[in-house]
C-alpha cells in the first residue's frame, strides 16, 4: 500500500461507507458555513477532458467538455494510452475555458476540486497532476472526487431543492450501483453489477450488432424503431434478496442469438435486437432500484451515470414512481455523460466536512480499493 492509500479514510463496508473523498487527517479545515464557496473542478477518468466551475455545489457557471470520443470510434472503444495523451493536450485548455466562461480568474477560485479515481489510471493521472500543479501554485485547498460520488452529485445540480436520504441508481460504462444516499457524503452501496456494467453491456450489444461506438446512445435510437417485446432475453436474478446485477449472462444471449441467425441464414432486424436487449437492461434497472426504494422507506428516487440518460429508463422509472407517489430525479443528459460539473457538486460537500487531500493525492484505478 502506498503513503497516499493510508490518507484515505477507511471504513468497512459494515459502516456502511465504502466510497469518499480523500482526507488528509493532519489537515482538516474549518469553512464558515455562510461564504460562497466557488470550485474549480477536473475530470479526466475516461475519454473526456473537463473543467467546471461550480458555486456552493449547485450552481453551474461553466461546464466545459471536451469529448474524446471520435477518436476512439475508430477502435470501436477507449484505447488508454491515447486518452492520456489527448487529456495532457486538452486539460490546459479545458481549465482556462472553465475559468473564462465563468468570467472569473484564478484568484476567484476557492477551492481545486479533481476526480482521483477509479478510472484509467493514466487518463487520471492528468487531471490529478493538474489539480496539484494548480493547488501548489495559488495555494487553494484541494479536495479529491470519487467518480461515482460526482455521478450521484449531479441530482444536486440538476435539482437545487434535492436533500438526502434517497435511493440513487448509478448506471454508466464501468459501473451499475444501487447506492442508498443516507447524507451528503454518506453511501451505502446496497448493490452492485457481479460482471459487466449496464453501460459495457449497451456497447458490447451496439458493437455486435455493427451500431458502433459508444453503443449506449446508438442502442437508445435503434430501440425507438423497434420491437421491444420482439425477442425475449434472459433478465438475470442474482441470488434472492440480493440488489446484485449481472449483465453478461444477458450479452451472451444476444451474441447467441445474432449467431445463430447468422447460421441459419436468417435475416436480423437490428432494431428489435436492440429494443428487446434495452427492455431486458430496463426491467432489471426497474425493478431493483423500485424494491430498493419500498425497503428503505425513500421517497426520493435519483438516478445518475451515462446510462441515465437512456430515453426508456427515464420513462420507466417516472412512471413506476408516479405510480407509487415517489419523486423521481434525473440529470439532463450533459450532467449523466462524464462531466466536471458533477465533481464541483460533490467537492463542495466534502469541503464543507473539512475534507481536503495534500500534495501526496493520487490517481486509484480500481473502486474495490475501498471495500478491503
Ligand atoms: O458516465 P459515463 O459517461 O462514463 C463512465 O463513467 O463510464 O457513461 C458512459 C456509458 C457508455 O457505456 C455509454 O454507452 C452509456 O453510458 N450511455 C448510454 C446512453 N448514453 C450513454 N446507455 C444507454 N442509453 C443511452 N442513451
Ligand atoms: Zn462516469
Given at each position: 500500500m502506498d503513503n497516499n492509500s493510508e490518507k484515505i479514510e477507511r471504513r468497512t463496508e459494515e459502516d456502511g461507507v465504502i466510497f469518499m473523498s480523500i482526507k488528509n487527517e493532519d489537515d482538516t479545515v474549518n469553512v464558515s458555513s455562510d461564504k460562497d464557496i466557488t470550485i474549480l473542478a477536473i475530470e479526466s477518468s475516461c475519454d473526456e477532458t473537463a473543467a467546471a466551475v461550480v458555486r456552493n455545489g449547485r450552481?453551474?457557471?461553466?461546464?466545459?467538455?471536451?469529448?474524446?470520443?471520435?477518436?476512439?470510434?475508430?477502435?470501436?472503444?477507449?484505447?488508454?494510452?491515447?486518452?492520456?495523451?489527448?487529456?495532457?493536450?486538452?486539460?490546459?485548455?479545458?481549465?482556462?475555458?472553465?475559468?473564462?466562461?465563468?468570467?472569473?480568474?484564478?484568484?476567484?477560485?476557492?477551492?481545486?476540486?479533481?476526480?482521483?479515481?477509479?478510472?484509467?489510471?493514466?487518463?487520471?493521472?492528468?487531471?490529478?497532476?493538474?489539480?496539484?500543479?494548480?493547488?501548489?501554485?495559488?495555494?487553494?485547498?484541494?479536495?479529491?472526487?470519487?467518480?461515482?460520488?460526482?455521478?450521484?452529485?449531479?441530482?444536486?445540480?440538476?435539482?437545487?431543492?434535492?436533500?438526502?436520504?434517497?435511493?440513487?441508481?448509478?448506471?454508466?460504462?464501468?459501473h451499475s450501483h444501487l447506492v442508498y444516499v443516507k447524507d451528503y457524503g454518506e453511501y451505502d452501496i446496497i448493490g452492485q453489477t457481479r460482471d459487466d456494467a449496464a453501460g459495457e453491456a449497451f456497447d458490447k450489444v451496439a458493437r455486435a450488432i455493427g451500431l458502433g461506438y459508444p453503443g449506449g446512445p446508438k442502442v437508445d435510437a435503434a430501440a425507438r424503431q423497434g420491437n421491444p417485446d420482439a425477442i425475449n432475453f434472459?433478465?438475470?436474478?442474482?441470488?434472492?434478496?440480493?440488489?446484485?446485477?449481472?449483465?453478461?449472462?444477458?450479452?451472451?444471449?444476444?451474441?447467441?442469438?445474432?449467431?445463430?441467425?447468422?447460421?441459419?441464414?436468417?435475416?436480423?432486424?437490428?432494431?428489435?435486437?436492440?429494443?428487446?436487449?434495452?427492455?431486458?437492461?430496463?426491467?432489471?434497472?426497474?425493478?431493483?432500484?423500485?424494491?430498493?426504494?419500498?425497503?428503505?422507506g425513500c421517497k426520493k428516487i435519483a438516478i445518475a451515470g451515462g446510462v441515465a440518460s437512456n430515453t426508456s429508463l427515464r420513462e420507466r422509472l417516472q412512471s413506476e414512481c408516479e405510480k407509487q407517489g415517489i419523486a423521481f430525479y434525473r440529470p439532463s443528459p450533459v450532467l449523466c455523460t462524464d462531466n466536471a460539473a458533477?465533481?464541483?457538486?460533490?467537492?463542495?460537500?466534502?469541503?464543507?466536512?473539512?475534507?481536503?487531500?495534500?500534495?501526496?493525492?493520487?490517481?486509484?484505478?480500481?473502486?474495490?480499493?475501498?471495500?478491503?
Open positions: 450552481e453551474v457557471l461553466s461546464n466545459v467538455i471536451s469529448s474524446q470520443i471520435a477518436l476512439h470510434t475508430i477502435y470501436g472503444g477507449v484505447v488508454p494510452e491515447i486518452a492520456s495523451r489527448k487529456h495532457v493536450e486538452k486539460i490546459n485548455g479545458c481549465v482556462r475555458a472553465a475559468l473564462s466562461e465563468a468570467g472569473l480568474t484564478l484568484e476567484d477560485i476557492d477551492v481545486i476540486a479533481v476526480t482521483y479515481g477509479p478510472g484509467l489510471v493514466g487518463a487520471l493521472l492528468v487531471g490529478v497532476s493538474e489539480a496539484k500543479a494548480l493547488s501548489f501554485v495559488t495555494g487553494k485547498p484541494l479536495v479529491g472526487v470519487h467518480h461515482i460520488e460526482g455521478h450521484i452529485c449531479a441530482n444536486y445540480i440538476e435539482d437545487k431543492n434535492l436533500k438526502p436520504p434517497f435511493m440513487c441508481l448509478v448506471a454508466s460504462g464501468g434472459p433478465r438475470a436474478k442474482t441470488t434472492e434478496k440480493s440488489y446484485d446485477f449481472s449483465f453478461s449472462g444477458l450479452k451472451s444471449a444476444v451474441l447467441n442469438y445474432l449467431n445463430q441467425a447468422e447460421m441459419k441464414g436468417e435475416e436480423v432486424n437490428k432494431n428489435d435486437v436492440a429494443a428487446s436487449f434495452q427492455k431486458a437492461v430496463v426491467d432489471v434497472l426497474t425493478e431493483h432500484t423500485m424494491e430498493a426504494a419500498k425497503e428503505y458533477m465533481i464541483g457538486a460533490a467537492a463542495y460537500y466534502a469541503y464543507k466536512k473539512g475534507i481536503v487531500a495534500d500534495l501526496t493525492l493520487n490517481a486509484v484505478a480500481v473502486e474495490t480499493l475501498y471495500n478491503e
